[in-house]
């Protein structure tokens, strides 16, 4: 019944292999042996099969823990170096026909203000998005076909590029919509978008569909197979994710890998970023009312098990998750965060975070400067790069680059040179005295001497004015 290659969900999300993975990883929860083999075949870099991972899940012998989470930290060394890929999301509306029992958002609840934005307002809210230096937005929207259609979604993303205030500049579009037909995945991937992300929120069907018991969003089959349905229609880069919290982690996870094999079965290519969001409270959402909350320490060994099993994949984690958790999953194997972000529709242009339209509590309320200038005290390189996928370098292409090693000679510089576009543009003056000094010290990892002299060019350029070069 399991099989990687149908395209139909219950057949590629099969739950009787996920039920003996379970019981198989459960039985080898000691077994040395075989956990020392899995985590030097991990060493390789070749991923795991979703049942070698859950093994490592499993394991309760602590050094081997400890093993695994020091190779998840060297892997993430090795293939994103000390880069972490700066985004914001940004709320279109939270119109939505859906009645997904832990989001805020849905259709029954009466008395959250809904809300959309004009294209006007989104404007307002790119141009405070652009003055707080980002390039990288995450757009989100409730699903809603008569308020939110495909063509609003489209116009928004129109509106988003076309806006060019002072230096800033939008240069990358993620979206986080519903599920939606091939054709409108289509248009998407015309409007220039870059990764489509859409989380399962969990790949237990029977409690999928009693955690989404009214609307469109009911129908499992057509949630799972989106990402199908994206790639048909052209998306290179998508973005799989599962709300922690709903249904058993171990269940989760294990369906997580099998949802990233299926694609690399079927498509040659892996999700291009896996994400770990956790239930938060929010307007009429109490996370104690789902019994499968983690603790940090199971949140961070699943982050590092995910590392060590999709090796090429990037991870995001959002501001759901405080500054103490963020620091430890920065090491465990995150490539992307989000700051400064609001996640209400509008909020980027009050003065005070308003929590009316919030979809969840924010738990790291700083700002993006404070979140810049913290990256980099701890040793990371905030970058504001959009280059990839701007280059063409999405899907296997993205992946190449990841194997042959080169991210050294090509995402590095590009770090540095947006991050130096973001010093001059919009840091403040004590984050601009920290990162001018990481940059020095940076510039001297690139390997190829062309590379770096030229990068060092650009950089004096950049302090002229000049914006936007790339690798
Ligand atoms: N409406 C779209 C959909 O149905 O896929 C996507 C946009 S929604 C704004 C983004 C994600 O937020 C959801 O997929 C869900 O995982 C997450 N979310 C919803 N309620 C949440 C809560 N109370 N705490 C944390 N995350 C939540």
């Known amino acids: 019944m399991y099989d990687p290659r149908s395209m139909k969900a219950e057949e590629f999300i099969c739950h009787e292999e996920i039920e003996e993975t379970l019981a198989y990883a459960q039985a080898h929860k000691n077994d040395r042996a075989l956990i020392t083999s899995i985590i030097e075949k991990a060493r390789e870099l070749k991923g795991l099969s979703h049942r070698e ?47 997904c029992l832990y989001c805020p958002y849905h259709a029954k609840n009466k008395h959250i203000p809904r809300k959309k934005l004009t294209q006007e307002e989104v404007r307002a809210e790119v141009i405070a ?23 609003y979604i489209l116009d928004c993303i129109k509106t988003i590029y076309s806006i060019h205030h002072k230096n800033g500049d939008i240069r990358r579009v993620n979206v986080n919509i519903a599920a939606t037909t091939v054709e409108n995945y289509r248009k998407l991937k015309e409007a220039g978008i870059g990764t489509y992300i859409l989380f399962q929120e969990t790949y237990h069907k029977e409690s999928y569909e009693h955690l989404h018991p009214t609307g469109p969003k009911h129908n499992y089959a057509y949630h799972t197979e989106a990402m199908d349905r994206a790639m048909e229609g052209g998306i290179d880069d998508v973005g799989l994710g599962v709300l922690f919290g709903l249904e058993l982690y171990r269940y989760e996870f294990a369906g997580l890998l099998m949802h990233a094999e299926h694609l690399e079965a079927v498509h040659g290519v892996g999700p291009h970023t896996i994400s770990v969001p956790r239930v938060k409270h929010a307007d009429d959402i109490d996370p104690g009312a789902f019994d499968n909350s983690i603790s940090d320490d199971i949140f961070t060994k699943i982050i590092a098990c995910i590392r060590v ?31 400064g972000s609001r996640t209400s529709v509008g909020g980027y242009t009050e003065e005070e975070r308003p929590h009316d339209t919030e979809q969840f509590d924010v738990s790291d ?107």
């Open 53 to 99: 991972a859950s093994v490592l899940l499993a394991c309760e012998e602590d050094d081997l823990n400890e093993q695994v989470c020091q190779l998840a930290e060297q892997i993430k060394l090795d293939f994103y170096g000390n880069r972490i890929v700066m985004f914001a999301p940004l709320y279109l509306s939270n119109y939505c026909v859906n009645g």
């Open 129 to 151: 998005l652009q003055d707080m230096g980002h390039k990288r937005l995450a757009i989100e929207a409730g699903e809603d076909p008569v308020n939110n259609p495909i063509e």
């Open 309 to 339: 099993a999709v090796p090429y994949t990037g991870m995001i984690i959002s501001t759901r998750e405080s500054e103490a958790v963020r620091a430890k999953a920065l090491r465990m194997g995150i490539s992307q965060i989000s700051g």
């Open 365 to 471: 309320q700083r700002t993006l400067d404070e979140v810049v200038k913290w990256l980099m005290d701890s040793g990371f390189i905030p970058s504001f790069c959009t280059a990839c996928y701007r280059e063409g370098r999405t899907g296997d292409r993205f992946m190449q680059l990841c194997k042959s090693r080169q991210i050294l000679n090509c995402c590095h510089p590009n770090a540095l040179m947006t991050l130096q576009e973001y010093l001059e543009d919009y840091a403040s003056p004590e984050t601009k005295a920290v990162g001018e000094k990481l940059i020095a010290a940076e510039l001297e990892k690139i390997p190829n001497d062309k590379v770096r002299k030229l990068t060092i060019e650009h950089l004096a350029a950049i302090k002229e004015g000049s914006r936007d070069f790339r690798f």
